[in-house]
């Protein structure tokens, strides 16, 4: 009995089941505090917020939003991941570019994008254009940073032993740079993904004419939370998720490291 | 240094060899070599030993074109050194420098590549080349996963495996404990014995120059030149027991002799805040 | 010529073609100036904000918000990542649930912050108060949990106090890193204030961009583009230069 008692308390205390039982312990206590609360309207108990999540999945109008910034987000990280990946090996190329170009992406890695939010709707209008161009702008930097530190810092004593051996500029780049650049590049893509959520969902919100931003300002004006969190919360998944997706493939690739 | 009278064939001369780092400006420059003649006999271990900053292991990144010095120069056969050659020198850094990424065949097998080496023979050149430093059963390894002293007999094979007549080992073991140091310079020992490779090898370390070298060069403090070249007349392999002679304790005293003086040089200098970075 | 000239001029070279190139598309009427205002009408508009005050009100706003909001995060971060750090337990629990957090782009949650808290100041600041939490409580955890055990023997060794080992060990060596969340706390409260002031607000600068934006005015909407990027270098120039000051000591 004893034996079972703590195999039972060593089963709860790893981190994983800790981790989940504090989420379910949280829900529980938010159903609870909220089923006892006078102002139902302001605690909407998860029980609530998934029944709202299911007729959201029914909602035409919902999904097409979310699955238009799905898409969004896609195109502007895949341009995010292509362009980036062209200017950091650029940059990176040698000392003088790096010397050169380097302080200027960093220049304008240092402005807040955040306000200038409002031009990219100007000039890309308040359709997915904006939301793709802000989303790229975002994601672009941390790849770049990333690709051009994967290609300045491999080690010297590689470099060396590898002409000692007699390799080729070619060789050396098919050897040497380019497997050091690869786990950089994942860091870059991971942070960059980070990012490019951040953009696309700024600028979903941002604009209320349509899309995401339409269905969180009419659920705040209309006091809908049930919705509201319900909506959050998927999108929120939707960030974990494609983060898990990348983190991933960050790790695969940088086994070495 | 006297002209050597010696009859063996020369492997490697080096003449005059002179080299001031510092670049345009003449207020920065540092004198690393004084005029440095040499000369390396086929088929043996010469160590290069001296206080540090005395520009041993420059000399040795001249001798492996490398590097070239502001006069002078290194030839090996005959035939002056201007870049790598890696038909005719392997190199064996102080650190590691197998790729992270590559298992421990696949490291010797880049090697090959990178000299040039058909790809059918690359695996099982290597194969053999892990065999003579009894690690064929890591192979599939990743360079992490072995300790210093295994990173190191990678390294070994991989320069064996080249197999060049010469052999460039920058304190190879510098960053290896004791006992591991102790081992691998009896291994090395044994393998001079059987394959007479023509090898350089730089080491801070009296004991490691005595047991492995035919002869050692002593160093002076910046500016380098030659001080002195002892002979060790002693057939390799040498074990265990020839460091406990009176013999080898006596040659270490007397190298120790020679070095004492260029070491507390070399010492003072430091204290004086260096120009160069 | 040598390489650091060379790389400084092309440099400056690329920042001057591009103010030149701001100044002549918009001097030739090339780009609409509803698109790109002249530099020269933002800098007169820049005067002006300042010189009839109009500025001052949302300016105050912001920095009143990010105040409140950076202490918010500084506070709640550094206590949470203390306790979780103090059990190897608890960091296992908790910092990877942080982490995980800190990975979503918190401004989703905007929109429940403005339905509990409305349009007013306090949104932003709980807002932003959240941004700041997660990079702060993330780094006091790693601070605490990666002091260089061999520290604490030696404290242990010479029998050290429990507030010795606080005051003398642990805190000193987890600083370093502590400092480099409150950097990026700091950092990242003052974006999200702006940018939930673009989002949905009554006022601040992040709103006053939104507004002019909306209403088409570009000269003043770059006016207050320009004051928020002073801002943030200003503010940022002050951080560093304090945590620069924190590590020398």
Known sequence: MNATAASILRFLARPVVSQLAFVILAMLLWEVAARHSTDELFTSPPSAVFAAAG??????????????????????????????????????????????????????YAIPQITILPLFVLYFGPGPASKVAFGFSHGIFPIIVNVVAGLRTVPTGLLRSAYSMGATKQQVFRRITFPHLVPSFFTGM????????????????YVSSGGIGYYTELYTESFEPHNLFALTGMLALMAVFLNEVVRRAEIRHSRWR | MA????????????????????GDDPAHHVRALDRISLEVFHGEMLCLIGPSGCGKSTLLNVIGGMFTPSSGRALIDGEPITRPMPAKIAYMFQESTLLPWATVLENIMVGLEFQGVAKPEREPRARVALATVNLQDFAAHFPDQLSGGMKQRVSLARALSLGTEILLMDEPFASLDEQTRMVFGEDLSQMLATTRKTIVFVTHSLAEA???ADRVAVFTARPGSIKEIMTIDEPHPRGPDFMTTDRFARLRNSLYAQLRDEIRKAMREQQVPSTID | MNQTTTSRLIQAGFVAAVLLTWVLVTSTGLINPI?????????????????????????????????????????????????????????????????????????????????????GPESKIVHGGMFGFFP???????????VDRRLLLLAASMGASPKQRFVRILFPAALPIMI???????????????????????????????????????????????IVVLLATLLNTIVAALELRRRGA
């Open chain 3, 180 to 226: 480099t969340g409150y950097r990026m706390g700091f950092i990242l409260t003052f974006l999200s204030i702006i940018g939930s002031e673009s989002i949905a607000s009554l006022a601040g600068l992040g709103h006053r961009i939104v507004w002019y934006a909306e209403a088409l005015e570009t000269p003043k909407m770059f006016a207050y583009i320009v």
């Open chain 3, 35 to 119: 698109f790109l205002p002249n530099p020269v009408d933002v800098m007169e508009e820049l005067g002006q904000m300042i010189a009839d005050g109009s500025l001052w009100a949302d300016l105050t706003i912001t920095l009143f918000e990010l105040v409140l909001a950076y202490t918010a995060a500084v506070v709640s971060g550094t206590l949470i990542g203390f306790a979780v750090s103090t059990t190897r337990w608890s960091t296992r629990v908790f910092e990877p649930l942080f982490a995980a957090f800190f990975a979503i782009p918190i401004i989703v949650f905007y929109p429940l912050t403005v339905l509990y808290f409305g349009l």
């Open chain 3, 136 to 146: 702060i409580a993330l780094n006091t955890i790693t601070g605490f949990a990666t």
């Open chain 1, 190 to 205: 991971r942070l960059g993904m980070t990012a490019t959520l951040l953009g696309v969902l700024l600028s979903e919100l």
């Open chain 2, 3 to 22: 002209a050597d009278s010696d009859s063996r064939p020369v492997t490697i001369r080096v003449e005059a060899v002179e080299h001031t780092f510092g």
């Open chain 2, 210 to 212: 005595v047991f492995l």
């Open chain 1, 55 to 108: 007729d959201l999945f029914d909602d035409k109008g919902v999904m097409r939003a979310v699955v238009t910034t799905l898409w969004e987000l896609g195109l502007s990280f895949l341009l995010a991941v292509v362009f980036g990946l062209a200017v950091g090996v650029g940059v990176g190329a040698s000392g003088m570019t790096y010397r050169s170009l380097y302080p200027i992406i960093l220049l304008a």
